[in-house]
């Protein structure tokens, strides 16, 4: 089992409306999670943060968290053309661990126009 | 805006050869970190750096090795370049107060002949 799981998509949603991306963990004490952003032959690049349950809203997008489902989530609402891209989900936990960040294989989006 | 910078941007090589990509970050950050991809897969943490003359190997079994003489510079060296190593490598730092995010440069697209 990967300790980060993402469906690899492609996710194709029209312009405007809304793209949900999921994403599971495999490791309990995990502290804070993330959501990147990667254009094509870019690197990635920091969409959103959340350390606690719940809803964390950030423009367009709200990531939701829920530790006891062990479960992630990003919602893009008013979904871009140049939303379009692979969306990364990544997982920090504490201790030794901690100092490391573990990425998922992420969710390719494509918004059409 | 994040300072982090690497080089080369692309390198074709022979097999055997020794090379080093080199990453430098103007932030002051402490930790460092190398990572790999391959195209629709996850990133593998094959380095880190707590600090100066700080080096830890990743998750991933890599035959790089990397040094950390100076905050700012985190180089990483392949002895004897094999057709394997072939990939994407991308350099991040995070901040001191470690809040999570990594900074990314723009990696190096290695291919080895």
């Known amino acids: 089992q990967k300790e980060v799981e993402q469906n690899s998509g492609p996710l194709s949603v029209p312009e405007g409306a809304i793209a949900s991306l999921n994403c599971t963990y495999s490791?309990?004490?995990?502290?804070?999670f993330f959501w990147y952003r990667q254009y094509s032959g870019k690197s990635p690049e920091l969409i959103m943060f959340i350390y606690s349950n719940g809803d964390k809203e950030d423009g367009r997008f709200t990531a939701q968290l829920n530790k006891a489902s062990q479960y992630v989530s990003l919602l893009i609402r008013d979904s871009q053309p140049s939303d379009s891209a692979t969306y990364l989900c990544a997982v920090k936990g504490v201790g030794t661990g901690g100092f490391k960040t573990i990425f998922g294989a992420g969710t390719r989006l494509f918004v059409k126009a | 805006e994040a300072d982090i910078y690497q080089t080369p941007r692309y390198l074709v090589i022979g097999t055997g050869k020794k090379i080093t990509l080199e990453c430098s970050q103007t932030m002051g950050h402490d930790k460092m970190y190398w990572y790999q991809q391959d195209p629709g897969m996850e990133l593998h943490l094959i380095h880190y750096?707590?600090?100066?003359?700080?080096?830890e190997k990743g998750d991933l079994s890599s035959e790089s090795t990397v040094s950390r003489i100076r905050t700012e510079h985190f180089p990483l060296t392949l002895e004897s370049a094999r057709p394997s190593h072939t990939s994407q490598y991308l350099c991040?730092?995070?901040?001191?107060?470690?809040?999570?995010?990594?900074?990314f440069g723009e990696g190096s697209r290695l291919t080895v002949l």
């Open positions: 750096s707590y600090g100066v003359n700080s080096t």
């Open positions: 490791d309990r004490g995990s502290q804070s």
């Open positions: 991040a730092s995070s901040a001191n107060r470690d809040t999570g995010e990594l900074f």
